[in-house]
């Protein structure tokens, strides 16, 4: 699981004034799906055409499955959906993936399987153009899916989706990683991201900002505390935290609540204490920040665009 499949060092575009991509140093692991997560115009889509080998990077390096990023043996083995692939209108979704097959010199039986697991079997006759655009996403991602690769680099596949496209598309990836090949996609959508990703890079202005589990950047933001009488729970937990690591907060049902600046570490002595007071104790848990909390605090931090030198 921990083979890295891609790995990316200091790797850096400029256009003109631009760092479109700012010394980003990744790694995608064999097997996960990797969430490259950030706002319009942070570099996701130079990051993934360097990748493949279509924009040449002005410093830094990158792997990808072994080798440098566009070699053919390297490609032959990477299944992309990059700003879409061009889909004629007037074919059914089965010629247009027998079109490309034949044009990577797969067997055209290769198509019937994509489709296939793109759930899509059923349409694949009919033409592209009548294709809700659900299912011209997932024949999309069955075109990256021909000839079954190692790895399959997706931008923003979920982009323009209704919720039940999102789930079909979620369900697709979390399929596609489930059968062994390793996933990269794009996304600005942050609830996705945190459904979808096994780990997720932030990027933002060309940076990467961070690169872990969904659940590592979203942990840390301390403890909650319901207990009753509260009051009290707030002076035993002062008594054991110290007296800036205690806050009264309301959570979303308007329940009032203590919000403790600690860590799991922090609850054998709490728990003892609260019970030595003779409390009720209804729910000490920790406190999970949305990806969406994490990401603006990132980016907050992040100085204007830089002009390169
Ligand atoms: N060929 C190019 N020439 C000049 N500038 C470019 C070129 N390609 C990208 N850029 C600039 O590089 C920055 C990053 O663009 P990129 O498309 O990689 O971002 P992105 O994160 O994929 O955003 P989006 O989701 O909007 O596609 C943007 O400021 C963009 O205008």
Excluded: W
Excluded at 195 to 208: E, F, N, P, S, T
Excluded at 239 to 249: D, F, Q, S, W, Y
Aim: charge should be negative; hydrophobic fraction near 45%; proline fraction near 6%.
């Amino acid at each position: 699981m921990n083979t890295a499949i891609v790995t990316t060092d200091k790797l850096t575009k400029v256009y003109g004034p631009r760092r479109a991509v700012d010394a980003v140093s990744m790694t995608v692991r064999a097997g996960e799906v990797y969430g490259f997560l950030g706002p319009n115009g942070a570099g996701k889509t130079t990051t993934m055409r360097m990748l493949l080998g279509q924009v040449r990077p002005t410093a830094g390096t990158a792997t990808v499955l072994g080798a440098p990023p566009g070699t053919p043996a390297a490609l032959a083995r990477i299944g992309a959906l990059v700003e879409g692939p061009g889909f004629y209108p007037y074919l059914s979704g089965r010629e247009n993936l027998r079109v490309l097959a034949t044009y990577r010199g797969l067997d055209v039986r290769a198509a019937d399987a994509a489709l296939a697991r793109v759930d899509l079997a059923g349409r694949a006759r009919d033409r592209f153009r009548t294709y809700s655009l659900g299912m011209k996403q997932r024949l999309g991602v069955a075109a990256a899916l021909l000839g079954e690769p190692d790895l399959i680099v997706l931008d923003e596949p979920t982009n323009g989706l209704d919720p039940a496209g999102m789930a079909e598309m979620r369900d697709l990836l979390v399929d596609i990683a489930a059968g062994g090949q390793t996933v990269l996609l794009s996304s600005h959508l942050l609830a996705e991201v945190q459904q979808i990703c096994d780990r997720v890079g932030v990027v933002a202005q060309g940076r990467l900002l961070a690169e872990s589990t969904v659940a590592e950047l979203r942990g840390g933001a301390g403890l909650r505390l319901r207990a009753d009488p509260l009051e009290t729970a707030a002076a035993v937990a002062t008594r054991v935290l110290g007296p800036h690591a205690v806050a009264m907060v309301d959570d979303d049902h308007g329940d009032p609540a203590l919000r403790l600046a600690a860590g799991a570490e922090a609850v054998p002595d709490l728990t003892r204490a609260l019970i030595a007071a003779d409390l009720d104790v209804h729910e000490i848990s920790p406190l999970e920040r949305s990806l969406e909390e994490v990401f603006f605090e990132m980016t907050a931090a992040v100085p204007a665009l830089e002009v390169s030198r």
